[in-house]
């Protein structure tokens, strides 16, 4: 293979094949390549190897040696891979806190853990980051109760307020040391921001707001599947070769399991060593953005949702009465949303929060795929739409066709009357 004294691989000339046509030249970056004789000459010595030259050529004149294939050194890697990913076992998930609180989608992810783990005969773990011991050792206890057989914990006065470097660090230790077969992370903005700094330093594959999570019954392998090119096709993914396999799931995705006061665990508690002086980044003070207004739907009972058929912002009104009636929250499709009817937080489906309510009430929303995949997972859908055809009525509990401007009122009405301020759920066991 030839090289120059710098161990560069070099291209080749036929000289026979040059036409003088000179377009080479130009497009050679260390202008290795100059005409003599009306040929094209190489300079050896300033050859880089990168094959502009070689695309350029109308003949095929310069050709370019390929390195030496490596496939040899693949085999003996991969079975390194595999003799060591033998070493992983049990499912972990990250349990989410911030002051003070655990975000539910962590209990979710436990149950869907623990659904898991009885295909692969495995222990199911939580772990959790943060300052104080006491107050996560509540935590830890109340993973257990919501199924966790064991809770890995660490404390350090650089993790008492979430920042990437020092939470990414924490858990990548604890992951090195433990080495779990599969982590799983809630795809809120803490756990997405989390969850791609901890992947990267373990060089591990991740697949991101996952909607299904299943173990392939030949292999083992979690299988991963998330909505892709917006929503319109679902892709499922595993990872092969590399350990642990993590993903992130959205909240709501998973139903909540069932707490059990009196199931109990081991906790297994971990010193870090993440000195504060070597964080870059300082917490000075949380300010709340005023702009952005809670729309409450997160773990609202009811939902009130409008689309489109609504017409215009002020029809949002008539969603607004009936919700307050059911002590519910109102919601919105993408299409609302861009008309700048409401706000970006009251937008449900793919590219807005992903809900699990009781009763979800859709006025004038066709139904597109994308606003499906955050609310068809309702325990009861009802779906108002002048469109009988509209696909929102596909996966409907009850399906009414009408002008939902003109219906709702209606609706609120008979609601109030019924209800007189109390709660649609109150006294009903879910």
């Given at each position: 293979m030839a090289k120059n004294s710098k161990g560069k691989i070099i291209v080749e000339i036929i000289k026979n094949k040059c036409i003088g046509c000179s377009n080479c030249i130009p497009v050679c970056p260390p202008d290795a390549l100059f005409m003599k004789d009306g040929i094209a000459e190489l300079d050896i010595e300033k050859c880089i190897g990168c094959g502009k030259c070689v695309k350029v050529c109308p003949t095929n004149a310069i050709i370019i040696e390929k390195a030496i294939k490596k496939e040899p050194q693949i085999e003996p890697l991969v079975s390194a891979q595999k003799s060591s990913i033998a070493a992983y076992k049990g499912i972990w998930v990250f349990i989410e806190q911030e002051h003070n609180a655990p975000h539910p989608v962590s209990w979710e992810l436990i149950g869907e853990a623990r659904r898991l783990a009885l295909k692969l005969s495995a222990a199911v773990s939580a772990v959790i980051l943060g300052g104080k011991k006491e107050e996560l050792e509540v935590f830890a206890r109340e993973a257990m109760q919501f199924g966790a057989d064991s809770v890995y914990m660490a404390s350090s006065e650089s993790l008492l307020e979430y920042r990437t470097k020092p939470y990414a660090e924490g858990l990548v230790q604890i992951v090195n040391k433990y080495k779990p077969e599969i982590l799983l992370i809630g795809a809120t903005t803490l756990g997405r921001d989390l969850a791609g700094a901890v992947a990267t330093r373990l060089k591990a594959g991740l697949t991101a707001d996952c909607t299904g999570l299943e173990i392939n019954t030949e292999n083992l392998f979690l299988?991963?599947?998330?909505?892709?090119?917006?929503?319109?096709?679902?892709?499922?993914?595993?990872?092969?070769?590399?350990?642990?396999?993590?993903?992130?799931?959205?909240?709501?995705?998973?139903?909540?399991?069932?707490?059990?006061?009196?199931?109990?665990?081991?906790?297994?508690?971990?010193?870090?060593?993440?000195?504060?002086?070597?964080?870059?980044?300082?917490?000075?003070?949380?300010?709340?953005?005023?702009?952005?207004?809670?729309?409450?739907?997160?773990?609202?009972?009811?939902?009130?949702?409008?689309?489109r058929g609504m017409g215009k912002a002020e029809n949002f009104s008539v969603l607004r009465e009936l919700a307050f009636v059911l002590c519910g929250a109102v919601g919105a499709s993408r299409a609302a949303v861009d008309a700048g009817w409401v706000d970006h937080s009251y937008q449900i489906g793919q590219t807005g929060v992903t809900v699990r309510p009781r009763l979800y009430i859709a006025c004038g929303i066709s139904g597109s795929i994308q606003h499906r995949m955050g609310m068809q997972c309702s325990d009861c859908i009802v779906a108002i739409n002048t469109d009988k055809n509209a696909p929102i009525f596909d996966i409907a509990t009850y399906g009414i066709v009408a002008d939902a401007i003109k219906f709702v009122p209606v609706l609120t009405k008979i609601f109030r009357e019924k209800l007189a301020g109390k709660n649609v759920f109150a006294g009903v066991e879910k």
């Open positions: 299988e991963m599947t998330r909505p892709t090119f917006g929503g319109n096709v679902m892709a499922t993914i595993f990872c092969e070769n590399v350990r642990p396999q993590m993903a992130t799931v959205r909240p709501h995705v998973m139903p909540m399991p069932k707490k059990d006061a009196a199931r109990v665990g081991k906790i297994i508690f971990d010193d870090l060593k993440l000195p504060e002086a070597e964080i870059d980044t300082k917490v000075i003070e949380f300010i709340v953005d005023a702009v952005c207004s809670d729309s409450g739907l997160h773990y609202a009972d009811v939902i009130v949702s409008g689309g």
